[in-house]
């Protein structure tokens, strides 16, 4: 892999069908806002992958975003990506988000958020993250 990283995870929403409709709507439109790969960004629309609708049409439901890039060196600025990547997160509804960070050198970090209530609304509280790190030799 030759100092290769890769970066992939996912946000989950617990969604009530009421509101189904307009939660996908907006978490579509942020990951769409996001900027296209061939401008070079940390974080970029082409690496989301947002389901259209859960097969799950009744009750509540999990909806997944899930995510993955490979980069060279990320590592170095992880501190900027993890902003970016929170600042994705406080435009967007979800319950909870993880992340995956697996370099040769230091192992596998794995970092967690949890929303504070039933779940994260735009423009709400500031998420905290939790990190869990593991390396094989």
């Given at each position: 892999?030759?100092?290769?990283?890769?970066?992939?995870?996912?946000?989950k929403?617990?969604?009530?069908?009421?509101?189904?409709?307009?939660?996908?709507?907006?978490?579509?439109?942020?990951?769409?806002?996001?900027?296209?790969?061939?401008?070079?960004?940390?974080?970029?629309?082409e690496?989301f992958?947002?389901?259209?609708?859960?097969?799950?049409?009744n009750?509540?439901?999990?909806?997944?975003?899930?995510?993955?890039?490979?980069?060279?060196?990320?590592?170095?600025?992880?501190?900027?990506?993890?902003?970016?990547?929170?600042?994705?997160?406080?435009?967007?509804y979800?319950?909870?988000?993880?992340?995956?960070?697996?370099?040769?050198?230091?192992?596998t970090?794995?970092?967690?958020?949890d929303?504070?209530?039933?779940?994260?609304r735009?423009?709400?509280?500031?998420?905290?993250?939790?990190?869990?790190?593991?390396?094989?030799?």
């Amino acid at each position: 892999m030759d100092g290769e990283t890769v970066v992939y995870g996912c946000i989950k929403d617990c969604v009530p069908s009421r509101e189904a409709e307009e939660r996908l709507r907006i978490n579509r439109s942020v990951i769409e806002e996001l900027p296209p790969l061939e401008s070079w960004p940390l974080i970029s629309r082409e690496m989301f992958g947002c389901p259209a609708r859960s097969l799950l049409l009744n009750g509540p439901h999990t909806e997944v975003v899930h995510f993955g890039a490979a980069y060279q060196g990320i590592e170095y600025e992880w501190e900027l990506w993890l902003r970016e990547f929170e600042a994705v997160l406080a435009r967007m509804y979800w319950v909870s988000a993880t992340v995956h960070l697996e370099t040769e050198l230091a192992g596998t970090h794995s970092f967690h958020w949890d929303s504070a209530g039933d779940c994260h609304r735009p423009g709400g509280t500031a998420p905290r993250v939790r990190c869990e790190w593991s390396h094989e030799s």
